[in-house]
């Protein structure tokens, strides 16, 4: 089914399923602990081995030697692989450092070796007798050392590097009245999601089967068949349950390789899971910024000129962190300049974590705006509704296809009693409490991608669902069902849901905010198509056959929908894609991101308050499953703003802090109340669902709201993330 005019009235809106806050379909068997993660999969196959990969020990240069003798003849090992064993393996499309590298080292703990074992400990003890001779080069490391050599570059791979303007920027900056030129910076962050990236691999002959955890199945199942040098169809990948993704497992990793890798050579199913310290410098981190912002205004805060720059450090042969990716389309402004500049860094791979671009995007451009806001004398909400634009900046003819900004800003701000708000910082106090308030706005696209699924239909056992669709821990089982539920005219417990299996039919996957509205717009696609075989058997008009209640009607005929399935049952598959309809309009999710903050007056220390966000995204499929997305990016949010941050080794190019003592994320301590309120709303332009994306806009924009209330608690303008007390001080 192609999607290419808006979405007309069709059985999602009789709402009587979807919209509805129904508890997560799988929400039994998570917190009883029979949702098994990949590691955790002792009844796929028998006779598992453990394997432990081992991590290079410097970040740059060439290994020269390794002697696993030791190792090899240490209790219980059942085979080494080393590098050097084997030709250099072919990358994935989607990754950028090879998985199993050497004997060139391009950064530090890229995997080189995989011992297995009859025991865990056996494999890690072993692992530890390796000797790697190396042979260390000077890396680049320190991304401020290295912005003079960055090269302007491009978003999209492929597409020639390029600065985009618009009108005659530098022209009307030099005559604003009133002008921001500044520079925010923030570090590099880690997914650190809670389950690590795992794996069990198992050969039978030339195929291949990996249990593991992935937001993507398409992808690994194709970069794995690539990197191994298989036929795509002796591949398959299988991922039910996922502990948490935030994007450092869009892509295939080194415990998928290293386990396949493993598995052949013991002649056994192997089972890898990587260590903390792996998934720091092993896998995919967000990358640091420096951001360059300059806006200029009128007296009467309308922006006459806007330019972002931003750089970022990645391998040779990555791609930048588009912090600009927002100012393209956020605020009104006739002159406009964006750009990307990219340093080469032999740190491990930058890559996408939860809203890439516009998260740390936003916790510059909203703290400019808080500035600016001040220079001018406005209140920080007003001078962001003057420069409200309700058609793309570069291009007046693309409207947006919904924009709720400003209703998001007012509502919140007499929901949260902006008005108690001091304008000049450092007004309120507490005891030693300084209190201040903080806006900002969230921004994130809407993207839509192609998505197929199958359904059947059988007379006593309902409706069943099958897509390689991934939940993340987002809620995807249960809005998927909800979906089948509503366009089938049954209940939801009628409906049953297998996702993350490479077998199945190839969906959006789990990530960019797309895989909820993406995914059950699949779902919608192959339901009218099964309720077109159903009425076809019963000789039904299929544009007049009603399904409702476990019946299906046409004129005053009805038949229960389980008989009409008949004793074989009824399958049908399609998949949904996207026509250019995305091209007319610009689709994006919006938010108003509202924090009090308490900030110690003798010791620096800040504690958030209270929290809320009101979104507009399109139709919300589960106000519940929703809510909680938002939370748990809000929770991010400030982590991003008060904790995070990987520390850089600059000499010998890692990160220090590789574990979750070190590498710091809020606890519920550290939020004590949140709120989120979703604006009615229901976007045609989006899908037939009607839905948009809301677990990267609720990110989006929280960082800078934390910001600008310390600022308004204390009158210091922090710039650079994560804002930690002795920068208050
Ligand atoms: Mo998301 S960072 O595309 O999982």
């Not at 025991?119 to 000077?138: H, L």
């Amino acid at each position: 089914m192609k999607f290419d005019a808006p979405a007309s009235d069709n059985p999602i809106d009789r709402l009587k399923v979807v919209g509805q806050p129904v508890d997560r379909i799988d929400g039994p068997r998570k917190t009883t602990g029979t949702a098994p993660y990949a590691y955790e999969r002792h009844e796929v196959v028998p006779n598992q081995a453990y394997g432990h990969v081992l991590g290079a020990g410097i970040a740059k240069g060439r290994i020269t030697a390794i002697d696993a003798s030791a190792a090899k003849a240490a209790p219980g090992v059942l085979a080494v692989v080393t590098t050097l064993d084997m030709p250099r393996l072919e990358k994935g499309v989607t990754n950028t450092a090879s998985l199993f590298g050497g004997p060139d080292i391009q950064h530090y703990h890229q995997a080189i070796a995989v011992v297995v074992a009859e025991s865990f400990e056996q494999a890690r003890d072993a692992a530890a007798m390796i000797r790697v001779g190396y042979a260390p080069q000077r890396g680049r490391f320190d991304l401020t050392a290295e912005a003079p050599k960055a090269e302007l570059a491009s978003a999209d791979s492929g597409a020639p590097p390029q600065e985009d303007r618009v009108g005659d920027f530098e022209g009307a900056f030099a005559q604003a009245a009133i002008r921001l030129d500044e520079t925010y910076s923030t570090p590099d962050q880690s997914h650190a999601m809670m389950e690590p990236h795992a794996t069990i691999a198992a050969w039978e002959g030339e195929k291949l089967t990996i249990w593991t955890s992935n937001q993507m199945i398409a992808w690994g199942k194709r970069d794995l068949a690539r990197t191994l040098g298989l036929p795509a169809e002796n591949v398959r990948v299988d991922s039910p349950f996922v502990g948490g993704g935030f994007g450092g497992k869009l892509f295939l990793r080194a415990d998928a390789v290293l386990a396949a890798l493993g598995a052949r050579a013991a002649g056994r199913p192997v089972k890898v899971a990587l260590t903390r310290p792996l998934m720091a410098n092993n896998t995919t981190h967000r990358p640091a910024t420096i951001q360059h912002i300059r806006i200029g205004a009128a007296p009467d805060g309308r922006i006459t000129a806007i330019a972002h720059v931003s750089l970022s450090g990645d391998l040779e042969d990555g791609g930048p962190e588009t912090a600009v990716a927002q100012t393209k389309l956020l605020y009104a402004g006739r002159n406009r300049l964006t750009a990307l500049r990219l340093a080469v860094l032999d740190l491990p791979e930058g890559n996408a974590m939860r809203a890439p671009g516009e998260a740390p995007g936003l916790m510059a451009l909203e703290v400019a705006m808080d500035e600016m806001a001040e220079r001018l004398g406005m209140d920080p909400i007003e001078f962001r509704v003057v420069n409200d634009t309700q058609v793309d900046p570069d291009d007046p003819d693309r409207p947006f296809s919904q924009r709720q900004l400003i209703e998001c800003l007012r509502h919140g701000a007499q929901r949260f009693d902006w008005s108690r708000r001091a304008a000049t910082p450092g007004q309120r106090r507490e005891g030693r409490w300084l209190l201040g308030m903080g806006v900002a706005v969230g921004f994130r696209n809407n993207l839509v991608m192609a998505s197929g699924a199958r359904v059947r239909l059988d007379r006593d056992r309902g409706v069943t669902v099958e897509t390689d669709m991934t939940d993340i821990g987002t809620g995807s089982y249960t809005i998927i069902a909800q979906t089948a539920a509503e366009m089938m005219g049954v209940s939801l417990d009628k409906v049953t849901v297998h996702l993350g299996d490479s077998s199945f039919p190839a969906s959006a996957g789990s990530g960019g905010q797309w895989g909820g509205n993406s995914a059950t717009a699949g779902v919608y696609a192959a339901c009218v198509k099964l309720r077109e075989a159903v009425a076809g058997r019963l000789g039904f008009n299929s544009a007049e056959a009603e399904f409702v209640e476990g019946m299906v009607r046409a004129g005053n005929r009805g038949v229960r929908l389980g008989d009409a399935a008949g004793a074989d049952g009824l399958t049908a598959e399609d998949k949904m894609e996207y026509g250019d309809l995305a091209k007319r309009y610009q689709q994006s999710t919006f938010a108003g991101h509202f924090v009090e903050v308490a900030v110690d007056a003798a010791t620096g220390e800040s504690r958030v308050r209270r929290m809320l966000a009101v979104c507009a995204a399109g139709r919300i499929l589960n106000p519940k499953s929703a809510r909680s997305q938002v939370i748990g990016a809000m929770t991010m949010g400030v982590g991003a703003a008060l904790m995070e941050e990987l520390a850089v080794d600059t000499r010998r190019g890692f990160f220090v802090n590789h574990d979750l003592a070190g590498y710091e994320v809020p606890v519920c301590a550290d939020i004590p109340h949140q709120e989120v309120i979703f604006l009615d709303e229901v976007d045609p332009i989006s899908s037939p669902m009607k839905a948009k994306g809301v677990g990267e806009l609720g990110i989006c924009g929280v960082g800078a709201a934390v910001a600008n209330a310390i600022y308004n608690a204390t009158g210091v303008r922090v710039r650079h993330y994560p804002i930690t007390l002795d920068k208050l001080l």
